[in-house]
């Protein structure tokens, strides 16, 4: 059996090649997963296998995605794999975090040590890598920031040319900045994630250009990989919840099937619960969520959250994610940019860091520590999806209490640490320093 795109929705399952350039189902429009053999090595041999290629020096085996290629069943030929070593992410104590969120232990897997310091290249080496072996010449996204960054390096590091929409004024400095040094054609639109994604879909059927967003199976596939190097770092001993922020809800479906698969294989004993927490003003999963039913699904027409990588209002991927939340005794919650800015410096207060919409992992924790659905003794793994300088802008104006709503409210900062302008006085500064 080869691997194969397969219609997601269980009324359907019509197959296709893979070779062939499609996001949607042709026959019922359903969102496409990739499938394929199960690899013929025991769950013990594979073990063995994934930690034999840390001590190697070949390309593939030092990425932390094709590391773990078993569980990419669509292994194109390894010269056209397009890798920054990408993965190879961290799992980190953060006992300051844990007493902020109500638990004895919380642990961090810090998606932000990444080569463009976010999740998206787990999954970017793979779309990008199916990219070069479909023949294209051109990759496009619409991004919050994070895929464009992403997609520009991988596609310029595979001779591809990246070109990139973004909301005009909606995405930091730090991933604009990045998108135009590697090399993207950028194009800032003036209109919302939701309505971008719509133009660049007509955009890239018209002009032939591979979309690269994580309706995108291929990006799927490899950010799967973030739990299985997770357990892996676990000793394949799952934790009680994996908490991860929910915008496009790419990742959520991609931890769901990654926690599935590991099962079937005999990788890991059972499912953690996974939690989505989404910033409240862009919230459509986590009200859906209250009473979910097929054709509920109601999008939210003007998002809204300082946290803007995930400022999304319409998320693609919500079919998989609902499949996944419900596989895994999952919860959904939502919380205020308040509370993410505080539960920000508190990650920052671990010597740690991350962005904002990352933060709204241990801001959903305490939340959720507090009313009583994640108990205290839990063990629990917050993903911090990017790094820490990605949006300097947010944190010097929270330090510095100039941080402001989306509707112009002062957002206190609990953790606030204003820098101190001084002359250059030794006895000054050090009557300050006692
Ligand atoms: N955290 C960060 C830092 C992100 O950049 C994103 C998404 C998410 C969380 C949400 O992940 O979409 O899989 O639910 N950023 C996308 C982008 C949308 O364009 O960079 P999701």
């Given at each position: 059996m080869s691997a194969d795109l397969i219609c997601f929705e269980s009324a359907c399952r019509t197959r296709y090649p893979i070779t062939e350039v499609i996001y949607n189902c042709p026959r019922c429009g359903g969102l496409l997963e990739v499938t394929g053999p199960e690899p013929s090595e025991s769950a013990a041999g594979l073990k063995r296998i994934w930690r034999e290629r840390r001590m190697s020096n070949a390309p593939l085996d030092q990425s932390g995605v094709w590391r773990y290629r078993e569980m990419l069943p669509f292994l194109p030929d390894p010269a056209d794999v397009i890798t920054l070593?990408?993965?190879?992410?961290?799992?980190?104590?953060?006992?300051?975090?844990?007493?902020?969120?109500?638990?004895?232990?919380?642990?961090?897997?810090?998606q932000g040590f990444n080569p463009t310091g976010s999740f998206k290249d787990n999954g970017m080496t793979c779309g990008a890598t199916q990219a070069r072996r479909l023949g294209m010449k051109r990759v496009a996204c619409v991004s919050t920031g994070n895929t464009s960054a992403s997609m520009a390096a991988y596609a310029s590091a595979g001779g591809l040319q990246p070109i990139i929409f973004i909301p005009h004024g909606n995405i930091s400095y730090g991933k604009l900045a990045q998108a135009l040094e590697y090399g993207a054609k950028t194009f800032q639109v003036e209109a919302n994630f939701d309505q971008i994604l719509k133009l660049?879909?007509?955009l890239a059927e018209e002009l032939g250009i591979y979309l690269l967003n994580s309706i995108n199976p291929f990006r799927i596939e490899g950010q799967k990989t973030i739990l299985v190097e997770m357990m892996d770092q676990l000793d394949w001993n799952p934790p009680d919840w994996i908490v991860v922020p929910g915008g496009n809800l790419g990742n959520v479906s991609a931890f769901g099937k990654a926690l599935r698969e590991m099962v079937q294989l005999g990788l890991i004993s059972r499912i953690p619960r996974l939690a989505v927490i989404q910033a409240a003003g862009s919230a459509p999963f986590h009200e859906f969520m209250q009473h979910p039913s097929r054709d509920s699904f109601r999008p939210v027409e003007h998002p809204e959250t300082l946290a803007t990588a995930i400022k999304i209002g319409d998320p693609v991927s919500w079919p998989k994610a609902w499949?996944?939340?419900?596989?895994?005794?999952?919860?959904?919650?939502?919380?205020?940019?308040?509370?993410?800015?505080?539960?920000?410096?508190a990650?920052?207060?671990?010597g740690i860091g991350c962005e904002p919409a990352s933060a709204a992992t241990l801001a959903g924790i305490r939340k959720l520590t507090g009313a009583g659905a994640i108990e205290g003794t839990s063990n629990v793994v917050a993903v911090l999806t990017g790094n820490v300088l990605k949006d300097p802008d947010y944190i010097y104006k929270y330090h510095t209490g100039q941080l402001t709503g989306p509707e112009g409210t002062p957002l206190l900062g609990a953790f606030g640490n204003q820098p101190i302008v001084v002359c250059n006085d030794p006895q000054k500064i050090a009557t300050m320093l006692v």
């Open positions: 070593r990408e993965g190879n992410t961290p799992l980190l104590d953060a006992p300051f975090a844990a007493r902020y969120g109500g638990l004895q232990r919380l642990t961090f897997k810090h660049v879909r007509v499949q996944e939340v419900v596989a895994s005794s999952g919860i959904v919650e939502k919380v205020t940019e308040q509370e993410i800015a505080d539960a920000k410096a990650v920052g207060l671990c």
